[in-house]
């Protein structure tokens, strides 16, 4: 039978990330969601207590964590702001293609120094034509010389105006679709790099997202992440992850979701009796306990296995795609566990739907999950 | 200078607490135990010593049972203490003031420390006793109610404040001893996800002292929660006014303790 035991190692990174949330994320929650502000203290704060480069192996300054042990710590985060959590773990998507492609020159050449002090990374794949087709990139490298020209935009880029580096994905060739893609690290301070101004979004707006235009950027080819066409698998085995945490961040939400129903139950009195009393409220707290549950243990299923050395595209996709579905039901259900309190922007809820929607976009929307799935299990049966 | 600091794992804040079958004790079932605020500051004073006098050292001692005095050890190692000793005792033996401080003593000696310290009392028990207890057995001075402690090298001397209801008085104690440090003053620092790991993997000294059984005398005969509160009322309000408003005619007409 497996153990679903945490060890007292992992118990006390999840306590550390759980203080964090509650003594430094949850107080300025409100207010950055309202202001839309991108709290850079906090981001400071948890870099300093190793809570931002998780993944990042020790040899190069990160934390060096098992996916599983990350996932923990996303969860904890998560349940304070998921905006800023967004925002803390954008490194481990942005780095994870240098973890997975870079030469180990290359990782200590970028890793090494970026992990030393605060920065920021962003990894660079959507553009304003299509997000879930990674194939059809338009931003362009063109071989020039010793190195790449390149040029395009980037959309829904997390922390891109804070950023000093850039993980960019970018086609030699349009017409070779998939097989034309190549991946290059990319420093801020390089000529043409041009983070564009802060979306206003619906939730995770403690979080920084904008578009990135590369004019006539110059590469050198020592700056280019693995074989030139090999960018499009690179960009699918970072993704595969970085999947998992996204499923944490939702339980969390999730998990933050249910909490305030459950104790907002206990207090509220409506026909004489608090509505926790009610079997109607009972049945709402039950399903979403359920939920929450289900989700926290397909996180922890899908980490576990690709900790284990399975590539894990189709427990990952699971994990992400149902802990997303439930943080956004979970978040729905506890704004109706508050009534109309649950609609007013005094209470915490309704900004756990805004924040929970975004986890079914993001990372691969989820009816790109529901294609993965698909395709995985019918491989089985073909 | 070797420093020793004293800590005692005490339940969370937010655990629900309930007595054991035989209604004398706190039942540890389910309960999580961690550094008492008190300690955290000890611990923190401890470490901000260390930083201000080369070539010293940290020495962190518990006594309690396993495994919830090996997780405080360990917390106290994650925030940079350098060596730690567990003293091995039963629950009841940690929770009495005197066997506490007999076996923090018979661990503590061996290693003739510059100074002592501890949180001024226990997170859980209150008892404030085992300082003063520890600078008896110890047979050095000892002082509680303690905050800011420096070394004044050339007077061989520690010198600090201690906060009393009357206000905050300045005192120079001489090195060997033991202090009880006030909760909350130095802003206790938060150990780094890199500390933690490490320190799950640092060792730690177990020693048994010669006697460990609680002192029947000084230990409680009965442990009961308080009976849960009753007659609170809650005041509906739609702005500050009418809060204010009602709260006033509540406490005038009702409670009756404004004219």
Known sequence: ?382 | MEIVVCVKPVPEAETRLRPDAAGTALDPEGVKYVLAGYDESAVEQALLLRESIPGSRVHVVACGPAPRTEEVLRAALALGCDVATWVDVPAASADEPLSAARALASAISPHSPDLVLCGKQAGDNEAGVVPAALGELLGVPDLSYVLDVRWNAGASRFSLKRASEAGLESWTVPAPCVLGLQQAWNDPRTAKLPAILKSRKAPIARVTPPSAAADPASSPRRFELPPPRTGAKMIEYKTADEAATRLVRALREEAKVLP
């Open chain 1, 1 to 382: 039978m497996p153990d679903f035991s945490l060890s007292p190692e992992q118990e006390s990174l999840r306590d550390l990330a759980r203080k964090f949330a509650r003594t430094e994320m949850t107080p300025h929650a409100a207010e950055c969601d309202r202001a839309a502000r991108f709290p850079e203290e906090i981001y400071r704060k948890a870099y300093d207590l190793g809570l931002m480069n998780l993944n990042v192996p020790t040899e190069f300054g990160g934390s060096g964590l098992s996916l599983l042990d990350q996932c923990l710590i996303v969860e904890e985060l998560a349940h304070g702001c998921a905006g800023m959590t967004t925002s803390i773990i954008a490194n481990c998507l942005a780095l994870e293609p240098i973890l997975l492609g870079g030469t180990s020159e290359q990782k200590e050449r970028f890793l090494a120094p970026f992990c030393r002090e605060y920065h920021l990374a962003s990894f660079c794949l959507t553009e304003p034509s299509g997000g879930s087709d990674a194939g059809a990139l338009r931003t362009r490298a063109r071989k020039d010389g010793d190195g790449y020209v390149l040029d395009g935009e980037k959309c829904f880029i997390t922390n891109a105006p804070h950023a000093s580096l850039y993980t960019v994905f970018a086609t030699v060739d349009p017409a070779l679709r998939h097989k034309g893609v190549a991946a290059f690290v990319v420093p801020r301070s390089a000529p043409g790099v041009l983070p564009g101004k802060d979306e206003e979004k619906m939730g995770h707006r403690a979080s920084s997202t904008s578009t990135v235009r590369f004019e006539e950027v110059r590469v050198p080819e020592s700056d280019r992440l693995g074989p030139e066409v090999d960018g499009f698998s690179l960009a699918m085995r970072t993704l595969d992850q970085t999947r998992t945490p996204i499923g944490a961040l939702a339980t969390g939400i999730a998990q933050a979701a249910l909490d305030h129903a459950a104790a907002y139950s206990l207090k509220r009195q409506t026909f004489g009796k608090a509505i926790a009393e009610h079997q109607a409220i009972q049945i709402k707290l039950a399903n979403m306990a359920q939920a929450v549950h289900a989700a926290r243990l397909l996180t922890w299923h899908a980490a576990w296995a690709i900790d284990h050395g399975a590539r894990g595209t189709l427990e990952s996709s699971i994990a992400k795609c149902f802990a997303s579905d439930a943080a956004l039901h979970v978040a729905d259900e506890a704004i109706q566990t508050f009534g109309g309190y649950g609609y007013m922007k005094e209470y915490p809820v309704e900004k756990l739907l805004r924040d929970a929607k975004l986890t079914q976009i993001y990372e691969g929307a989820n009816e790109i999950q529901r294609t993965v799935i698909a395709r995985e299990l019918l491989r089985a049966y073909a």
